[in-house]
């Protein structure tokens, strides 16, 4: 079993939906939860991270649930610049470092 | 630009070369982390640096693999007798600590890879 886990995809949405994705890891001493945008051949970058309170950027709120395991993403009024894969990343404070463990990623195409 | 650069940007090899990729971080990050991303996967943890000292290797990192981090600024990862499951990208990403949290949470900042082709 992978570590993390998210459904690929990919969504296909039309410009203005809303759309949740949802990712559960399986390490509970994971200490520190993101979600990493990756735009097709190039790195990934920080969207936003997760707490358990929840928190909001804009259109983006990110859940996490501890006792559950589960992270989610929810994303408002979506854009076609939206179009990308949305990675979630756990971190667990290992030999001094905060290694990232990825999921494998859920596509997200917006379409007019 | 003050990100993270890694060069080769692509690099195409026949299978039992040896190839060596370099990762200048963002100016002042003393932690640098190799990690390999595969077609449809996420990217995967090869290694990771505080300054100068390499404190915890990915088993993926076989005996094939080294990387070193000489003077605490810039990182290569070599890789001898390149097979071709070794063709993927190849990410850098760099991350400043915190002066005074142990179990800080550094944000790592990636630079746009190199991708190798092992033919």
């Known amino acids: 079993r992978k570590e993390v886990e998210q459904d690929p995809g990919p969504f296909n949405v039309p410009e203005g939906a809303t759309v949740a994705f949802n990712c559960t890891y399986s390490n509970s001493a994971s200490q520190s939860f993101f979600w990493y945008r990756q735009d097709c051949r190039k790195e990934p970058k920080l969207l936003m991270s997760?707490?358990?309170s929840g928190n909001e950027d804009g259109r983006f709120t990110a859940q996490l649930n501890r006792a559950s395991q589960y992270i989610s993403l929810l994303i408002r009024d979506s854009k076609l610049s939206d179009s990308a894969t949305y990675l979630c990343v756990v971190t667990a404070f290992t030999g001094g470092g905060n290694k990232l463990t990825f999921g494998t990623g859920t596509q997200l195409k917006v379409e007019l | 630009d003050t990100g993270v650069s890694q060069d080769p940007r692509h690099k195409i090899t026949k299978r039992g070369q040896n190839v060596t990729f370099r990762c200048d971080p963002i100016?002042?990050?003393?932690?640098l982390y190799w990690y390999r991303q595969t077609l449809g996967q996420g990217p995967e943890f090869l290694t990771y640096?505080?300054?100068?000292?390499?404190?915890?290797k990915s088993r993926l990192l076989s005996d094939r693999f080294s990387a070193e981090r000489p003077k605490g600024s810039f990182s290569t990862l070599e890789i001898q007798r390149t097979e071709q499951g070794d063709s993927a990208m190849y990410l850098c990403?760099?991350?400043?600590?915190?002066?005074?949290?142990?179990?800080?949470?550094?944000?790592?900042?990636f630079g746009p890879g190199t991708r190798l082709t092992v033919l």
């Open positions: 990403a760099s991350s400043r600590t915190g002066a005074t949290s142990f179990l800080n949470t550094d944000t790592q900042y």
């Open positions: 640096f505080q300054n100068e000292a390499q404190l915890e």
């Open positions: 100016s002042e990050h003393n932690r």
């Open positions: 997760v707490y358990s």
